[in-house]
């Protein structure tokens, strides 16, 4: 999987699905695959932020600069994990973790002061 042009194995699909706790079928592994394979132009088993920058949804998002912070770098992995908050059967935990993660600037793990002093 280290190699964007390799091909994916049954191994690797289900090893991605427990990865992301089965948030994707494995068709939409192999779907995503194929996406992260298109945007990995190079083939180095990453995607950097100027490819994540052509795609045109991504570019045009105002929190795009803040997302790169995040996607900068990915490899399949990582990237199937980062869109598992997106899935429809993400839990909500799971969704409120990656909107503090694009707020959370600093990586603290902190984002809003409390009145009194504390971090929430």
Known sequence: MGNASAMLTQYD???VQ???HYL???QEIVALYNRFCQLDRSA???I??????????FSLNPLSQRLLK???GLNFKEFVAFLSAFSPLATVPQKIE???KVYDVDGKGSYIQGLD????
Do not use: N, R, T, Y
């Open 70 to 72: 995040m996607v900068d």
């Open 44 to 46: 180095k088993g990453f």
């Open 48 to 57: 950097s932020s100027e490819e994540f920058l052509s795609i045109p949804e």
């Open 117 to 120: 002093g504390g971090a929430w």
């Open 18 to 20: 427990e990865h992301c």
């Open 98 to 100: 990656l909107i503090f």
């Open 13 to 15: 699909i289900e090893e």
């Open 24 to 26: 994707f079928s494995q």
